[in-house]
């Protein structure tokens, strides 16, 4: 199961930090550059930063709060309400949601079939909730959440 994707810039694997034994691997699904800091090297930065420690800690709230989203959607039965309920967590303030990514990755993180996935998209698009133009969707109808 993905736990994370990750972008430039970013940390990975933090729960390390606190652990004898990493029970997680990384994949690399273009060629990536990846600097590799030891436990020992980043408890010693954390300790002598506040500034770091409080950047490490809004990044492991961050990934909590993800990871319960993510949990929370998967229990969602019905692919159209849980597309839809990804969109709505994921959209701008103007409704629309551009991916970053291939939608055969976000499928993955939601555990549908790339053709569940692209499915309750296009009923979505048919009754008129969102519109979609590759990896933009716009949502037409939605309630705050």
Do not use: W
């Not at 800690?57 to 990804?86: F, G, K, Q, S, T």
């Not at 994921?90 to 569940?116: I, N, Q, Y």
Request: hydrophobic share 45%; proline share 2%.
């Amino acid at each position: 199961m993905t736990i994370h994707t990750g972008r430039a810039g970013e940390f990975f694997a933090e729960g390390a930090l606190f652990s004898d034994v990493c029970q997680c691997d990384a994949i690399a699904a273009e060629p990536t550059q990846v600097r590799v800091c030891g436990k020992a090297e980043m408890l010693q930065a954390v300790t002598a930063s506040p500034s770091i420690m409080l950047a490490l800690l809004e990044r492991v709230a961050h990934l909590l709060h993800h990871a319960r989203a993510m949990l929370e959607l998967r229990n969602i039965r019905a692919a159209n309400d849980r597309v839809l309920h990804h969109l709505h967590l994921s959209m701008s303030k103007d409704g629309t949601v551009v991916f970053d990514r291939p939608l055969l990755e976000v499928a993955e993180d939601l555990g549908l079939t790339h053709e569940a996935y692209y499915r309750a998209l296009a009923n979505l698009q048919r009754e008129g909730t969102v519109d979609r133009i590759g990896r933009t969707v716009r949502l037409i109808r939605y309630q705050d959440r």
